[in-house]
Protein backbone atom coordinates (compact mmCIF):
# COMPACT_ATOMS: atom_id res chain seq x y z
CA UNK A 1 0.00 0.00 0.00
CA UNK A 2 3.11 2.63 0.58
CA UNK A 3 4.65 1.48 -2.49
CA UNK A 4 1.33 2.20 -4.20
CA UNK A 5 1.21 5.64 -2.47
CA UNK A 6 4.58 7.03 -3.13
CA UNK A 7 4.19 5.75 -6.98
CA UNK A 8 0.72 7.87 -7.22
CA UNK A 9 2.71 11.03 -4.92
CA UNK A 10 5.07 10.72 -7.73
CA UNK A 11 2.92 10.63 -10.72
CA UNK A 12 1.25 13.40 -9.27
CA UNK A 13 4.54 15.35 -9.28
CA UNK A 14 5.33 14.71 -12.49
CA UNK A 15 2.21 15.97 -14.05
CA UNK A 16 2.41 19.25 -11.92
CA UNK A 17 6.30 19.23 -13.37
CA UNK A 18 5.28 18.68 -17.22
CA UNK A 19 2.12 21.24 -16.66
CA UNK A 20 4.43 23.66 -15.47
CA UNK A 21 7.09 23.43 -18.62
CA UNK A 22 4.32 23.98 -21.32
CA UNK A 23 3.04 26.90 -18.77
CA UNK A 24 6.71 28.03 -19.81
CA UNK A 25 6.57 27.35 -23.03
CA UNK A 26 3.46 29.30 -23.77
CA UNK A 27 4.42 32.39 -22.08
CA UNK A 28 7.65 32.21 -23.70
CA UNK A 29 6.08 32.14 -26.78
CA UNK A 30 4.26 35.46 -26.46
CA UNK A 31 6.62 37.14 -24.73
CA UNK A 32 8.42 39.77 -27.64
CA UNK A 33 11.39 40.43 -25.41
CA UNK A 34 12.04 37.92 -23.27
CA UNK A 35 11.32 36.85 -19.44
CA UNK A 36 13.48 36.86 -16.90
CA UNK A 37 13.91 34.25 -14.21
CA UNK A 38 12.00 35.88 -11.38
CA UNK A 39 9.04 36.54 -14.09
CA UNK A 40 8.50 32.91 -15.12
CA UNK A 41 9.03 31.72 -11.35
CA UNK A 42 6.35 34.48 -10.48
CA UNK A 43 3.91 33.33 -12.91
CA UNK A 44 4.62 29.71 -12.13
CA UNK A 45 3.87 30.84 -8.53
CA UNK A 46 7.15 28.77 -7.33
CA UNK A 47 10.34 29.50 -5.83
CA UNK A 48 13.53 30.03 -8.22
CA UNK A 49 15.04 26.97 -7.93
CA UNK A 50 11.65 24.89 -9.19
CA UNK A 51 12.09 27.46 -12.10
CA UNK A 52 15.44 27.12 -12.69
CA UNK A 53 15.28 23.53 -12.88
CA UNK A 54 12.68 23.99 -15.77
CA UNK A 55 14.51 26.60 -17.73
CA UNK A 56 17.58 24.67 -17.68
CA UNK A 57 16.21 21.21 -19.09
CA UNK A 58 14.70 23.23 -22.06
CA UNK A 59 17.41 25.27 -22.78
CA UNK A 60 19.71 21.55 -23.01
CA UNK A 61 16.74 20.08 -25.61
CA UNK A 62 17.24 23.35 -27.10
CA UNK A 63 13.11 24.71 -26.65
CA UNK A 64 14.42 27.86 -25.46
CA UNK A 65 17.46 29.98 -25.38
CA UNK A 66 18.79 32.82 -22.61
CA UNK A 67 20.09 35.67 -24.17
CA UNK A 68 23.72 36.43 -23.15
CA UNK A 69 23.01 40.56 -21.95
CA UNK A 70 19.56 40.41 -20.34
CA UNK A 71 19.93 36.84 -19.18
CA UNK A 72 15.76 36.97 -20.56
CA UNK A 73 14.61 33.58 -21.42
CA UNK A 74 13.20 33.08 -25.30
CA UNK A 75 11.37 30.04 -26.91
CA UNK A 76 13.57 28.80 -29.80
CA UNK A 77 12.88 27.67 -33.29
CA UNK A 78 12.55 24.22 -32.01
CA UNK A 79 9.26 24.80 -30.47
CA UNK A 80 7.53 26.16 -33.74
CA UNK A 81 9.01 23.49 -35.71
CA UNK A 82 7.37 20.91 -33.85
CA UNK A 83 3.94 23.13 -35.16
CA UNK A 84 5.00 22.92 -38.73
CA UNK A 85 6.01 19.14 -38.83
CA UNK A 86 2.01 18.37 -36.88
CA UNK A 87 0.94 20.34 -40.07
CA UNK A 88 2.81 18.75 -42.54
CA UNK A 89 1.76 15.39 -41.47
CA UNK A 90 -1.51 15.58 -41.03
CA UNK A 91 -1.92 16.75 -44.28
CA UNK A 92 -3.99 19.92 -43.06
CA UNK A 93 -1.45 22.16 -44.82
CA UNK A 94 -0.98 20.76 -48.28
CA UNK A 95 -5.09 20.78 -48.63
CA UNK A 96 -5.97 23.88 -47.00
CA UNK A 97 -2.89 26.08 -48.18
CA UNK A 98 -3.57 26.05 -52.31
CA UNK A 99 -7.22 27.43 -51.31
CA UNK A 100 -5.93 30.16 -49.08
CA UNK A 101 -3.07 31.43 -51.15
CA UNK A 102 -5.87 31.69 -54.26
CA UNK A 103 -8.12 33.35 -51.87
CA UNK A 104 -4.96 35.62 -51.03
CA UNK A 105 -4.10 36.45 -54.51
CA UNK A 106 -7.72 37.33 -55.26
CA UNK A 107 -8.00 39.83 -52.91
CA UNK A 108 -4.62 40.81 -53.20
CA UNK A 109 -4.85 40.91 -48.98
CA UNK A 110 -4.08 39.18 -45.77
CA UNK A 111 -6.01 35.94 -45.42
CA UNK A 112 -6.14 33.74 -41.84
CA UNK A 113 -7.16 29.99 -41.42
CA UNK A 114 -7.83 28.95 -37.92
CA UNK A 115 -8.83 25.47 -36.67
CA UNK A 116 -10.75 24.82 -33.66
CA UNK A 117 -8.68 23.36 -31.20
CA UNK A 118 -10.36 22.44 -27.83
CA UNK A 119 -13.09 24.46 -28.23
CA UNK A 120 -12.00 27.66 -29.29
CA UNK A 121 -10.44 28.88 -32.48
CA UNK A 122 -6.36 29.03 -33.54
CA UNK A 123 -4.51 30.85 -35.82
CA UNK A 124 -2.41 28.00 -37.78
CA UNK A 125 -2.14 29.78 -41.44
CA UNK A 126 -1.71 32.88 -43.17
CA UNK A 127 -0.96 33.43 -47.08
CA UNK A 128 -0.15 37.00 -48.00
CA UNK A 129 -1.58 38.68 -51.11
CA UNK A 130 0.09 41.19 -53.64
CA UNK A 131 -0.62 44.13 -51.77
CA UNK A 132 1.96 45.59 -48.94
CA UNK A 133 1.87 43.02 -46.32
CA UNK A 134 0.33 43.91 -42.61
CA UNK A 135 2.22 43.57 -39.27
CA UNK A 136 -0.18 41.00 -38.06
CA UNK A 137 0.93 37.82 -36.79
CA UNK A 138 -1.68 35.36 -37.25
CA UNK A 139 -0.28 32.85 -33.72
CA UNK A 140 -1.01 35.14 -31.27
CA UNK A 141 -3.99 35.09 -29.16
CA UNK A 142 -7.09 36.41 -30.44
CA UNK A 143 -9.71 38.20 -28.63
CA UNK A 144 -13.20 37.13 -29.15
CA UNK A 145 -15.67 40.07 -28.76
CA UNK A 146 -12.86 42.39 -31.59
CA UNK A 147 -12.08 40.50 -34.14
CA UNK A 148 -13.78 38.86 -36.99
CA UNK A 149 -12.55 35.32 -36.38
CA UNK A 150 -13.25 35.66 -32.80
CA UNK A 151 -16.80 37.06 -33.75
CA UNK A 152 -17.94 34.45 -36.10
CA UNK A 153 -16.49 32.13 -33.35
CA UNK A 154 -18.70 33.48 -31.01
CA UNK A 155 -21.88 33.32 -33.39
CA UNK A 156 -21.57 29.66 -33.73
CA UNK A 157 -22.20 29.57 -30.12
CA UNK A 158 -25.50 30.28 -27.73
CA UNK A 159 -25.59 33.61 -26.19
CA UNK A 160 -25.60 31.78 -22.55
CA UNK A 161 -22.36 30.29 -24.17
CA UNK A 162 -20.78 33.59 -25.18
CA UNK A 163 -21.74 35.17 -21.54
CA UNK A 164 -19.29 32.68 -20.47
CA UNK A 165 -16.62 33.48 -23.02
CA UNK A 166 -16.46 36.76 -22.81
CA UNK A 167 -18.22 38.11 -19.17
CA UNK A 168 -20.01 41.18 -18.76
CA UNK A 169 -17.74 43.91 -19.53
CA UNK A 170 -15.89 43.69 -22.92
CA UNK A 171 -12.37 45.54 -23.33
CA UNK A 172 -12.33 48.18 -25.11
CA UNK A 173 -9.02 47.93 -27.87
CA UNK A 174 -9.91 50.76 -29.59
CA UNK A 175 -12.33 53.62 -29.79
CA UNK A 176 -14.70 51.03 -32.29
CA UNK A 177 -14.58 48.12 -30.07
CA UNK A 178 -17.47 46.47 -28.77
CA UNK A 179 -17.92 46.94 -24.88
CA UNK A 180 -21.67 45.62 -23.75
CA UNK A 181 -22.91 42.45 -23.95
CA UNK A 182 -26.06 43.08 -25.20
CA UNK A 183 -24.62 45.16 -28.41
CA UNK A 184 -22.07 42.22 -28.62
CA UNK A 185 -25.24 39.52 -28.98
CA UNK A 186 -26.86 42.28 -31.75
CA UNK A 187 -23.64 42.12 -33.97
CA UNK A 188 -23.85 37.84 -33.39
CA UNK A 189 -27.33 37.93 -34.20
CA UNK A 190 -26.85 39.86 -37.78
CA UNK A 191 -23.33 37.22 -38.06
CA UNK A 192 -25.93 34.12 -37.58
CA UNK A 193 -28.36 35.72 -40.57
CA UNK A 194 -25.75 36.31 -43.10
CA UNK A 195 -22.68 34.04 -41.88
CA UNK A 196 -20.48 37.12 -42.07
CA UNK A 197 -18.48 38.50 -39.32
CA UNK A 198 -16.95 42.44 -39.49
CA UNK A 199 -14.15 43.75 -37.51
CA UNK A 200 -14.03 47.53 -38.36
CA UNK A 201 -11.38 49.11 -36.47
CA UNK A 202 -12.48 46.98 -33.69
CA UNK A 203 -9.24 45.46 -32.67
CA UNK A 204 -6.58 47.76 -34.05
CA UNK A 205 -7.15 51.58 -35.46
CA UNK A 206 -7.11 51.51 -39.24
CA UNK A 207 -7.33 47.85 -39.55
CA UNK A 208 -11.11 45.79 -40.87
CA UNK A 209 -11.52 42.24 -41.50
CA UNK A 210 -13.98 39.40 -42.46
CA UNK A 211 -14.39 36.03 -41.10
CA UNK A 212 -16.95 33.37 -41.61
CA UNK A 213 -16.97 29.69 -40.02
CA UNK A 214 -16.17 26.43 -41.86
CA UNK A 215 -18.97 24.08 -41.83
CA UNK A 216 -17.75 20.75 -42.35
CA UNK A 217 -20.40 18.20 -42.83
CA UNK A 218 -21.21 14.87 -40.06
CA UNK A 219 -21.04 11.25 -40.86
CA UNK A 220 -24.24 10.59 -43.16
CA UNK A 221 -24.47 7.00 -41.56
CA UNK A 222 -24.31 8.25 -38.16
CA UNK A 223 -26.94 11.34 -39.34
CA UNK A 224 -24.71 14.17 -37.42
CA UNK A 225 -25.02 17.52 -37.91
CA UNK A 226 -22.88 19.48 -39.57
CA UNK A 227 -20.03 20.94 -37.05
CA UNK A 228 -17.84 24.19 -37.26
CA UNK A 229 -14.21 23.12 -37.90
CA UNK A 230 -12.40 26.45 -38.45
CA UNK A 231 -12.47 30.19 -39.83
CA UNK A 232 -11.15 31.88 -43.14
CA UNK A 233 -11.26 35.26 -42.99
CA UNK A 234 -9.44 38.74 -45.03
CA UNK A 235 -7.96 41.36 -43.13
CA UNK A 236 -7.13 44.72 -44.96
CA UNK A 237 -6.30 48.71 -43.93
CA UNK A 238 -9.22 50.80 -43.84
CA UNK A 239 -7.24 53.41 -45.91
CA UNK A 240 -7.17 51.19 -49.29
CA UNK A 241 -10.24 48.58 -48.72
CA UNK A 242 -13.56 50.38 -49.27
CA UNK A 243 -16.91 48.85 -47.93
CA UNK A 244 -17.48 47.75 -51.54
CA UNK A 245 -14.20 45.93 -51.38
CA UNK A 246 -15.35 44.41 -47.79
CA UNK A 247 -18.41 43.44 -49.54
CA UNK A 248 -16.69 41.87 -52.08
CA UNK A 249 -14.85 40.01 -49.60
CA UNK A 250 -17.16 38.37 -48.10
CA UNK A 251 -18.09 36.61 -50.91
CA UNK A 252 -14.79 35.14 -51.46
CA UNK A 253 -14.02 33.80 -47.70
CA UNK A 254 -17.93 32.56 -47.94
CA UNK A 255 -16.75 30.93 -51.07
CA UNK A 256 -13.45 29.91 -50.00
CA UNK A 257 -14.39 28.10 -46.43
CA UNK A 258 -17.39 26.12 -48.60
CA UNK A 259 -14.79 24.60 -50.19
CA UNK A 260 -12.34 23.95 -46.78
CA UNK A 261 -15.59 22.39 -45.81
CA UNK A 262 -16.29 20.21 -48.75
CA UNK A 263 -12.37 19.31 -48.42
CA UNK A 264 -12.97 18.05 -44.65
CA UNK A 265 -12.69 15.97 -42.96
CA UNK A 266 -9.05 15.15 -42.40
CA UNK A 267 -9.01 11.98 -40.43
CA UNK A 268 -6.16 14.02 -38.75
CA UNK A 269 -7.06 17.07 -38.89
CA UNK A 270 -10.37 16.41 -37.69
CA UNK A 271 -8.78 15.95 -33.94
CA UNK A 272 -8.31 19.74 -34.26
CA UNK A 273 -12.54 20.28 -34.05
CA UNK A 274 -12.76 18.65 -30.37
CA UNK A 275 -15.98 20.49 -29.77
CA UNK A 276 -18.84 19.70 -31.64
CA UNK A 277 -20.48 22.94 -32.81
CA UNK A 278 -24.08 23.01 -34.31
CA UNK A 279 -24.85 25.01 -36.89
CA UNK A 280 -27.44 28.00 -35.19
CA UNK A 281 -31.08 28.03 -36.70
CA UNK A 282 -31.36 30.53 -39.58
CA UNK A 283 -27.70 30.65 -40.56
CA UNK A 284 -27.37 31.35 -43.95
CA UNK A 285 -24.29 30.06 -45.42
Request: proline fraction near 5%; glycine fraction near 6%; aromatic fraction near 6%.
Amino acid sequence: MAKRTDEAAELGLNLVTVRRTLAVLEMLADAREGLSLSEIARRLDVNKNIALRILMTLEEENYLYRHAETKHYFAGFKVSNLGLRVLRSNRLQAQCQPILRQLAEECGELVLFSVMDHGAPRWVMAAVGRRQRLQIDPMTSLTPHATATGKAWLSTLPDEEVAKVVGERLEPLTPFTVTTLDALLGQLAEIRRTGLAISNQENETGIAAVATPIWAAGSATQGAARRCVGFVSITAPVSRATPQDFARFGEMVRASAARLGEAWPLPEADDYAATVTQIPQGLIL
